[in-house]
């Protein structure tokens, strides 16, 4: 009875642990439009309230992003959208132009506006 029970816990373990991994995703995001410290802060913190974003690290040198997500959830075009709509330019698509008016001068391309 006991090596049942150990049989079964074994495997639905395993079954989780491979369901969430499977999920996972990474993908580098070009953040072409980023200026400073405040754009990184605010991508970041913007990107922890996307539902299915597990991880995001914004490289501010190399201006791209790093970012862990789950892809039953979320989808890069998704994830780039996101970025979109906080106001900068994710890979190909570019910033929402509200969104980038509103940033603070120093986040716009340029520096002061």
Do not use: R, W
């Not at 074994?10 to 499977?22: I, P, Q, R």
């Not at 995001?29 to 991880?55: D, F, P, R, Y």
């Not at 989808?75 to 709509?85: F, H, M, R």
């Amino acid at each position: 009875m006991n090596k049942i029970i150990i049989i079964v816990l074994t495997g639905l373990v395993l079954n989780l642990m491979a369901c969430s991994s499977e999920e996972a995703k990474h993908a580098d995001v070009a953040l072409s439009s980023i200026q400073c410290g405040m754009c990184e802060k605010t991508i970041e913190s913007g990107m922890g309230k996307v539902n299915g974003v597990t991880k995001f690290d914004v490289d501010l040198k190399e201006k791209v992003g790093h970012v862990t997500y789950k892809a039953s959830i979320v989808n890069l075009a998704a994830i780039e959208k996101a970025i979109s709509t906080l106001g900068y330019q994710a890979n190909n698509t570019k910033a929402d132009p509200t969104a980038y008016e509103a940033l603070p001068g120093c986040c716009k391309i340029g520096g002061m506006h």
